[in-house]
Nanobody, 128 residues
Framework: QAQLTESGGDSVQAGGSLRLSCTAS?????MAWFRQTPGKEREGLAT????????AYADSVKGRFTIFRDGAKNTLALQMNSLRPEDTAMYYC????????????????????????WGQGTQVTVSA
């Protein structure tokens, strides 16, 4: 079991920045950030592999968002820059054991089905 605690959600204007943080209760293989809006599927945004800190991003956030370890191995951050109104969503931190890496073909998967541990979510609202 791994418990995840997120923080950092807020309301900002378009073009602004936010940093989300997530702390896991133990070291895991893959950690990731997802987001979800009502009526839509949970979208994988960015992943990081515990073995070598390699990362992967969804096209929708590539170049604007950065996932990284923030100090301790089990502390994760998502730096979000150049925010847009369409980034408004509930953001979730997630963690997985080796299956997300194996099933991801050598990088941590962005599919929510591969992650068994989830935070409670933190709301990000971007106004035009």
């Amino acid at each position: 079991q791994a418990q995840l605690t997120e923080s950092g959600g807020d309301s900002v204007q378009a073009g602004g920045s936010l940093r989300l943080s997530c702390t896991a209760s133990r070291t895991v293989t893959c950690m990731a950030w997802f987001r979800q809006t009502p009526g839509k599927e949970r979208e994988g945004l960015a992943t990081i592999y515990g073995g070598d800190d390699s990362t992967a991003y969804a096209d929708s956030v590539k170049g604007r968002f950065t996932i990284f370890r923030d100090g301790a191995k089990n502390t994760l951050a998502l730096q979000m820059n150049s925010l847009r109104p369409e980034d408004t969503a509930m953001y979730y931190c997630a963690a997985s054991g080796p299956s997300a890496y194996i099933n991801g073909g050598g990088r941590c998967s962005k599919s929510p089905r591969e992650y068994g541990f989830w935070g409670q979510g933190t709301q990000v609202t971007v106004s035009a």
